[in-house]
């Protein structure tokens, strides 16, 4: 047996550390964007909607409650108060006036780059430690975890951006 074929036979402890460890992880990844939304008043629900629409400018109310997998009701809250705060901004489509398209604001830009900041410095620090061979295997490990429609959505979405 090679050195990579006994990891498709892990034991409940080893799988039980793995799920402690992304706990930790997302403990680390959220920790300084939480504060700093705190400071805003807003939760991660907002950060999810500013981090999407950023990524995707104009995207429309519904491919963002397909991308969040969140209620309309949910994501109307959500919205509501970037609206009001000045962070987001709606307009009709030019082709179909009954689409909402969204984008982010100066402010909301300011925002996303400042939460995002802290992401991206803690992401980078540990891709460059873990290695491009390992960093490749987490990202093929988060996809194996993501549902079929995520994953779809994730990738088309990259696709896109990489047309761009």
Known sequence: MGDGDDILFLTDEQIGKGIEAMFFAYR???????????RHGYGRAHHRALHFINRSPGITVSNLLNVLGVSKQSLNRVLRTLRADGLVE???GAGDRRLRHLSLTGAGIALEAELAAAQRGRMRTAYREAGPDAVAGFRRVLEAMMDAEPRRLYHSMNEARTRS
């Open 28 to 38: 680390g990844f959220t920790g300084v964007p939480d504060r700093i939304l705190v």
């Open 90 to 92: 709606v307009r009709a």
